[in-house]
Protein backbone atom coordinates (compact mmCIF):
# COMPACT_ATOMS: atom_id res chain seq x y z
CA UNK A 1 0.00 0.00 0.00
CA UNK A 2 2.02 3.38 -1.04
CA UNK A 3 1.41 5.61 1.89
CA UNK A 4 2.61 9.20 1.89
CA UNK A 5 2.94 12.39 4.12
CA UNK A 6 6.15 13.15 5.73
CA UNK A 7 7.91 12.23 8.64
CA UNK A 8 7.50 14.75 11.48
CA UNK A 9 10.59 15.72 14.02
CA UNK A 10 10.03 17.84 17.49
CA UNK A 11 13.32 18.90 19.50
CA UNK A 12 11.19 20.48 22.06
CA UNK A 13 11.65 18.39 24.94
CA UNK A 14 9.49 20.02 27.53
CA UNK A 15 6.81 18.05 29.65
CA UNK A 16 3.67 17.75 27.02
CA UNK A 17 0.87 17.00 28.15
CA UNK A 18 -0.28 15.68 31.13
CA UNK A 19 -2.82 13.80 30.50
CA UNK A 20 -1.30 12.01 27.17
CA UNK A 21 1.87 11.12 29.64
CA UNK A 22 0.11 9.98 32.09
CA UNK A 23 -1.36 7.88 29.09
CA UNK A 24 1.89 6.58 28.51
CA UNK A 25 2.79 6.05 31.57
CA UNK A 26 0.12 3.47 32.00
CA UNK A 27 1.26 2.21 28.30
CA UNK A 28 4.73 1.40 29.62
CA UNK A 29 3.25 0.07 32.92
CA UNK A 30 0.55 -1.82 31.89
CA UNK A 31 3.07 -4.21 28.93
CA UNK A 32 2.52 -7.85 29.03
CA UNK A 33 3.51 -11.23 27.10
CA UNK A 34 1.33 -13.04 25.36
CA UNK A 35 2.96 -16.48 25.62
CA UNK A 36 2.77 -16.24 29.79
CA UNK A 37 -0.79 -14.25 30.30
CA UNK A 38 -2.50 -16.37 28.59
CA UNK A 39 -3.27 -20.33 29.49
CA UNK A 40 -2.44 -22.10 26.11
CA UNK A 41 -2.92 -25.20 27.69
CA UNK A 42 -6.60 -24.57 27.71
CA UNK A 43 -8.56 -26.95 24.86
CA UNK A 44 -10.52 -25.16 22.02
CA UNK A 45 -12.46 -27.59 20.05
CA UNK A 46 -11.95 -26.27 16.44
CA UNK A 47 -14.66 -27.49 15.02
CA UNK A 48 -16.88 -24.92 17.57
CA UNK A 49 -14.17 -22.42 19.35
CA UNK A 50 -16.27 -19.85 20.70
CA UNK A 51 -19.81 -21.93 21.52
CA UNK A 52 -21.85 -20.54 19.01
CA UNK A 53 -25.40 -21.18 18.31
CA UNK A 54 -27.46 -22.54 15.62
CA UNK A 55 -29.16 -19.25 15.54
CA UNK A 56 -25.91 -16.82 14.81
CA UNK A 57 -25.13 -18.79 11.49
CA UNK A 58 -26.41 -17.06 8.62
CA UNK A 59 -27.46 -20.19 7.14
CA UNK A 60 -29.53 -21.05 9.39
CA UNK A 61 -33.47 -22.00 8.69
CA UNK A 62 -32.30 -21.66 5.27
CA UNK A 63 -33.09 -24.82 2.66
CA UNK A 64 -29.35 -25.27 2.74
CA UNK A 65 -29.28 -26.26 7.09
CA UNK A 66 -31.98 -28.82 6.68
CA UNK A 67 -29.30 -30.46 4.35
CA UNK A 68 -26.34 -30.14 6.24
CA UNK A 69 -25.25 -32.78 9.05
CA UNK A 70 -23.62 -32.01 11.84
CA UNK A 71 -20.16 -32.32 10.57
CA UNK A 72 -21.21 -29.86 8.02
CA UNK A 73 -22.61 -27.54 10.95
CA UNK A 74 -19.44 -28.12 12.97
CA UNK A 75 -17.34 -27.43 9.06
CA UNK A 76 -19.45 -23.89 9.42
CA UNK A 77 -18.70 -23.35 12.69
CA UNK A 78 -14.91 -23.25 11.91
CA UNK A 79 -15.01 -21.13 9.11
CA UNK A 80 -17.20 -18.44 10.41
CA UNK A 81 -15.00 -18.51 13.84
CA UNK A 82 -11.36 -18.79 11.05
CA UNK A 83 -13.13 -15.88 9.36
CA UNK A 84 -13.85 -13.30 11.98
CA UNK A 85 -10.34 -14.04 14.22
CA UNK A 86 -8.27 -13.70 10.68
CA UNK A 87 -10.43 -10.11 9.89
CA UNK A 88 -9.29 -9.36 13.66
CA UNK A 89 -5.46 -10.62 12.96
CA UNK A 90 -5.22 -8.56 9.69
CA UNK A 91 -6.82 -6.07 11.86
CA UNK A 92 -4.25 -5.54 14.05
CA UNK A 93 -1.52 -5.88 12.12
CA UNK A 94 -3.22 -2.53 10.24
CA UNK A 95 -3.44 -1.18 13.44
CA UNK A 96 0.67 -1.99 14.17
CA UNK A 97 1.59 -0.20 10.98
CA UNK A 98 -0.78 2.86 11.50
CA UNK A 99 0.02 3.32 15.16
CA UNK A 100 4.09 3.55 13.61
CA UNK A 101 2.82 5.87 11.20
CA UNK A 102 1.53 7.94 14.24
CA UNK A 103 4.72 8.07 15.72
CA UNK A 104 6.19 8.94 12.38
CA UNK A 105 3.93 11.86 11.26
CA UNK A 106 2.24 13.47 14.54
CA UNK A 107 4.09 16.31 15.47
CA UNK A 108 3.47 16.34 18.86
CA UNK A 109 6.28 14.00 20.80
CA UNK A 110 4.02 13.21 23.37
CA UNK A 111 1.78 11.75 21.41
CA UNK A 112 5.02 10.11 19.37
CA UNK A 113 5.80 8.14 22.90
CA UNK A 114 2.64 7.13 23.13
CA UNK A 115 2.36 5.57 20.00
CA UNK A 116 5.17 3.79 20.25
CA UNK A 117 3.85 1.76 23.67
CA UNK A 118 0.56 1.33 20.93
CA UNK A 119 2.85 -0.25 17.93
CA UNK A 120 4.14 -2.95 20.80
CA UNK A 121 0.57 -3.39 21.58
CA UNK A 122 -0.81 -4.47 18.39
CA UNK A 123 2.41 -6.31 17.58
CA UNK A 124 1.34 -8.40 20.55
CA UNK A 125 -2.32 -8.99 19.51
CA UNK A 126 -1.09 -9.92 15.96
CA UNK A 127 1.32 -12.82 17.31
CA UNK A 128 -2.22 -13.75 19.95
CA UNK A 129 -4.78 -13.90 16.61
CA UNK A 130 -2.05 -15.42 14.65
CA UNK A 131 -1.05 -18.34 17.51
CA UNK A 132 -4.71 -18.64 18.01
CA UNK A 133 -5.29 -19.48 14.93
CA UNK A 134 -2.91 -21.86 13.70
CA UNK A 135 -2.68 -23.72 17.03
CA UNK A 136 -6.74 -24.33 17.89
CA UNK A 137 -8.49 -23.63 14.30
CA UNK A 138 -5.99 -24.47 12.25
CA UNK A 139 -7.42 -22.54 9.19
CA UNK A 140 -6.40 -18.64 8.11
CA UNK A 141 -8.85 -16.36 5.74
CA UNK A 142 -7.69 -13.70 3.32
CA UNK A 143 -8.20 -10.27 4.35
CA UNK A 144 -11.05 -8.74 3.47
CA UNK A 145 -11.52 -6.61 0.65
CA UNK A 146 -13.43 -3.55 2.33
CA UNK A 147 -11.04 -3.57 5.39
CA UNK A 148 -7.94 -3.44 2.90
CA UNK A 149 -9.67 -1.01 0.85
CA UNK A 150 -9.94 1.03 4.26
CA UNK A 151 -6.45 0.76 5.25
CA UNK A 152 -5.31 1.94 2.15
CA UNK A 153 -7.61 5.01 2.35
CA UNK A 154 -6.12 6.03 6.03
CA UNK A 155 -2.38 5.23 4.36
CA UNK A 156 -2.73 7.22 1.64
CA UNK A 157 -3.87 10.29 3.14
CA UNK A 158 -0.81 13.05 3.92
CA UNK A 159 -2.96 14.51 6.34
CA UNK A 160 -1.14 13.32 9.95
CA UNK A 161 -4.69 12.85 11.69
CA UNK A 162 -5.65 10.43 9.41
CA UNK A 163 -4.76 7.12 10.66
CA UNK A 164 -6.13 8.58 13.83
CA UNK A 165 -9.38 8.66 12.37
CA UNK A 166 -9.21 5.59 10.28
CA UNK A 167 -7.98 3.34 12.71
CA UNK A 168 -8.41 4.50 16.36
CA UNK A 169 -11.65 5.50 16.02
CA UNK A 170 -13.13 3.63 12.94
CA UNK A 171 -11.52 0.22 12.42
CA UNK A 172 -10.48 -0.15 16.32
CA UNK A 173 -13.91 1.21 17.58
CA UNK A 174 -15.17 -1.49 15.24
CA UNK A 175 -13.46 -4.44 16.44
CA UNK A 176 -13.62 -3.32 20.36
CA UNK A 177 -17.32 -4.07 19.57
CA UNK A 178 -16.95 -7.18 17.75
CA UNK A 179 -14.29 -8.23 20.61
CA UNK A 180 -17.24 -7.12 23.18
CA UNK A 181 -19.69 -9.28 21.80
CA UNK A 182 -18.05 -12.43 22.10
CA UNK A 183 -16.20 -12.03 24.76
CA UNK A 184 -19.30 -11.36 27.01
CA UNK A 185 -21.18 -14.21 24.82
CA UNK A 186 -18.70 -16.89 24.58
CA UNK A 187 -18.50 -19.40 27.36
CA UNK A 188 -15.03 -21.04 25.70
CA UNK A 189 -12.19 -19.44 28.65
CA UNK A 190 -9.29 -19.21 26.33
CA UNK A 191 -10.88 -16.89 23.61
CA UNK A 192 -12.45 -15.22 26.53
CA UNK A 193 -9.44 -14.82 27.52
CA UNK A 194 -7.28 -13.50 24.54
CA UNK A 195 -10.37 -11.34 23.96
CA UNK A 196 -10.65 -9.68 27.50
CA UNK A 197 -7.02 -9.15 27.78
CA UNK A 198 -6.48 -7.33 23.82
CA UNK A 199 -9.97 -5.02 25.17
CA UNK A 200 -7.85 -4.04 28.11
CA UNK A 201 -5.04 -2.50 25.39
CA UNK A 202 -7.90 -1.36 23.02
CA UNK A 203 -9.11 0.73 25.67
CA UNK A 204 -5.80 3.16 26.13
CA UNK A 205 -5.24 3.07 22.40
CA UNK A 206 -9.20 4.74 22.07
CA UNK A 207 -8.78 6.95 24.76
CA UNK A 208 -5.55 8.59 23.06
CA UNK A 209 -7.43 8.82 19.29
CA UNK A 210 -9.55 10.58 21.39
CA UNK A 211 -7.34 12.93 23.57
CA UNK A 212 -5.49 13.62 20.03
CA UNK A 213 -7.83 14.65 17.64
CA UNK A 214 -10.47 16.15 20.15
CA UNK A 215 -7.60 19.20 20.85
CA UNK A 216 -6.79 19.07 16.88
CA UNK A 217 -10.39 19.18 15.40
CA UNK A 218 -11.06 22.51 17.51
CA UNK A 219 -8.57 24.06 15.38
CA UNK A 220 -10.05 23.17 11.67
CA UNK A 221 -12.26 25.02 9.55
CA UNK A 222 -15.99 23.73 9.09
CA UNK A 223 -14.60 22.68 5.36
CA UNK A 224 -11.86 20.62 6.94
CA UNK A 225 -14.05 19.58 9.42
CA UNK A 226 -16.65 18.16 6.52
CA UNK A 227 -13.87 16.20 4.43
CA UNK A 228 -12.99 14.26 7.62
CA UNK A 229 -16.95 13.96 8.15
CA UNK A 230 -17.06 12.53 4.82
CA UNK A 231 -14.32 9.88 5.40
CA UNK A 232 -15.95 8.58 8.21
CA UNK A 233 -19.41 8.33 6.42
CA UNK A 234 -18.01 6.05 3.55
CA UNK A 235 -16.09 4.32 6.01
CA UNK A 236 -18.75 3.39 8.08
CA UNK A 237 -20.92 2.24 5.28
CA UNK A 238 -17.97 0.12 3.89
CA UNK A 239 -17.61 -1.61 7.11
CA UNK A 240 -21.45 -2.43 7.93
CA UNK A 241 -22.12 -3.53 4.29
CA UNK A 242 -19.10 -5.47 3.45
CA UNK A 243 -18.12 -7.39 6.55
CA UNK A 244 -20.27 -10.10 7.04
CA UNK A 245 -19.21 -13.20 6.14
CA UNK A 246 -19.91 -14.11 2.34
CA UNK A 247 -16.54 -15.07 1.71
CA UNK A 248 -17.27 -18.34 4.36
CA UNK A 249 -21.02 -19.21 3.01
CA UNK A 250 -19.08 -19.09 -0.90
CA UNK A 251 -16.40 -21.48 0.32
CA UNK A 252 -20.21 -24.01 1.09
CA UNK A 253 -20.83 -23.73 -2.72
CA UNK A 254 -23.55 -20.71 -1.76
CA UNK A 255 -23.53 -18.41 -4.55
CA UNK A 256 -22.26 -14.66 -4.18
CA UNK A 257 -25.86 -13.10 -4.55
CA UNK A 258 -27.58 -15.85 -2.70
CA UNK A 259 -24.88 -15.62 0.09
CA UNK A 260 -25.62 -11.81 0.20
CA UNK A 261 -29.14 -12.57 0.49
CA UNK A 262 -28.80 -15.12 3.49
CA UNK A 263 -26.19 -12.25 5.60
CA UNK A 264 -28.79 -9.48 4.68
CA UNK A 265 -31.67 -11.70 5.88
CA UNK A 266 -30.25 -12.81 9.56
CA UNK A 267 -31.86 -11.32 12.32
CA UNK A 268 -28.18 -11.97 14.23
CA UNK A 269 -26.57 -10.34 11.78
CA UNK A 270 -28.69 -7.26 11.76
CA UNK A 271 -28.54 -7.07 15.89
CA UNK A 272 -24.28 -7.68 15.00
CA UNK A 273 -24.11 -4.93 12.62
CA UNK A 274 -25.60 -2.15 14.65
CA UNK A 275 -24.22 -3.00 18.01
CA UNK A 276 -20.59 -2.99 16.07
CA UNK A 277 -20.85 1.16 15.76
CA UNK A 278 -21.50 1.49 20.10
CA UNK A 279 -17.98 2.36 19.97
CA UNK A 280 -17.80 4.83 16.75
CA UNK A 281 -20.74 7.08 17.10
CA UNK A 282 -20.18 7.94 20.51
CA UNK A 283 -16.39 8.24 19.87
CA UNK A 284 -17.26 10.59 16.27
CA UNK A 285 -19.53 12.58 18.29
CA UNK A 286 -16.64 13.09 20.82
CA UNK A 287 -14.18 14.81 18.90
CA UNK A 288 -16.23 16.72 17.13
CA UNK A 289 -17.25 15.29 14.15
CA UNK A 290 -21.10 15.91 14.30
CA UNK A 291 -22.48 17.82 11.16
CA UNK A 292 -25.83 17.61 10.02
CA UNK A 293 -24.26 14.98 7.04
CA UNK A 294 -22.90 12.80 9.63
CA UNK A 295 -25.61 12.69 11.79
CA UNK A 296 -28.16 11.93 9.06
CA UNK A 297 -25.98 8.96 7.97
CA UNK A 298 -26.39 7.44 11.46
CA UNK A 299 -30.11 8.11 11.68
CA UNK A 300 -29.67 6.14 7.92
CA UNK A 301 -27.90 3.61 9.62
CA UNK A 302 -30.58 3.20 12.56
CA UNK A 303 -27.75 3.85 15.53
CA UNK A 304 -27.62 8.05 15.78
CA UNK A 305 -29.00 7.70 19.65
CA UNK A 306 -25.84 5.05 20.49
CA UNK A 307 -24.03 8.94 20.48
CA UNK A 308 -25.09 8.96 24.00
CA UNK A 309 -23.43 6.11 25.20
CA UNK A 310 -20.62 6.58 27.82
CA UNK A 311 -17.75 5.71 26.37
CA UNK A 312 -15.40 6.46 29.48
CA UNK A 313 -17.99 3.79 31.52
CA UNK A 314 -17.31 0.69 28.76
CA UNK A 315 -13.39 1.42 28.40
CA UNK A 316 -13.41 1.10 32.49
CA UNK A 317 -15.61 -1.79 32.23
CA UNK A 318 -12.91 -3.14 29.88
CA UNK A 319 -10.66 -2.65 31.87
CA UNK A 320 -12.09 -4.02 35.06
CA UNK A 321 -13.57 -7.09 32.99
CA UNK A 322 -9.59 -7.86 32.50
CA UNK A 323 -8.38 -7.40 35.85
CA UNK A 324 -11.29 -9.53 37.29
CA UNK A 325 -10.42 -12.30 35.03
CA UNK A 326 -6.79 -12.44 36.06
CA UNK A 327 -8.06 -12.24 39.74
CA UNK A 328 -10.03 -15.33 39.02
CA UNK A 329 -7.46 -17.41 37.37
CA UNK A 330 -4.73 -16.71 39.31
CA UNK A 331 -6.80 -16.81 42.49
CA UNK A 332 -7.31 -20.20 41.35
CA UNK A 333 -3.98 -21.72 40.41
CA UNK A 334 -2.95 -20.15 44.10
CA UNK A 335 -5.62 -22.29 45.91
CA UNK A 336 -4.37 -25.29 43.38
CA UNK A 337 -0.49 -24.80 44.63
CA UNK A 338 -1.42 -24.44 48.03
CA UNK A 339 -3.93 -27.56 48.10
CA UNK A 340 -0.94 -29.80 46.23
CA UNK A 341 1.70 -28.26 49.36
CA UNK A 342 -0.90 -29.56 51.60
CA UNK A 343 -1.31 -33.14 50.55
CA UNK A 344 2.54 -33.22 49.85
CA UNK A 345 2.90 -32.35 53.32
CA UNK A 346 0.33 -34.71 54.77
CA UNK A 347 1.58 -37.50 52.57
CA UNK A 348 4.98 -36.44 54.21
CA UNK A 349 3.74 -37.25 57.65
CA UNK A 350 2.01 -39.98 56.89
Known amino acids: MPASGA ?4 WEYDEGRARLLALYQKGKDKQWDGATRIDWDLEVDPYD ?3 TPDEALSLYGTR ?5 TEKDKGDLR ?9 QFLHGEQGAMVCAARIVESVPDLDAKLYSATQTMDEARHAEIYSRFLHEKIGMLYP ?4 LQSLLGDTLRDSRWDMPYLGMQVLIEGLALAAFGMIRDTTDKPLPQQILAYVMQDEARHVAFGRMALR ?3 KQLSDAELREREEFVIEGCYLMRDRLRGVEVLENFGIPHQEAQDFSEQS ?3 HLF ?3 LFSRIVPCVKDIGLWGPRLQQAYLDMGVFEMGDSNLDLLMTQDEELAEALDKQRFEAEDAARVAEVEKAIADGAA
Open 215 to 217: DYY
Open 273 to 275: RKL
Open 49 to 51: PLG
Open 64 to 68: HWAKM
Open 7 to 10: ARFS
Open 143 to 146: VNDS
Open 78 to 86: RHYSSWQFS
Open 267 to 269: EFL
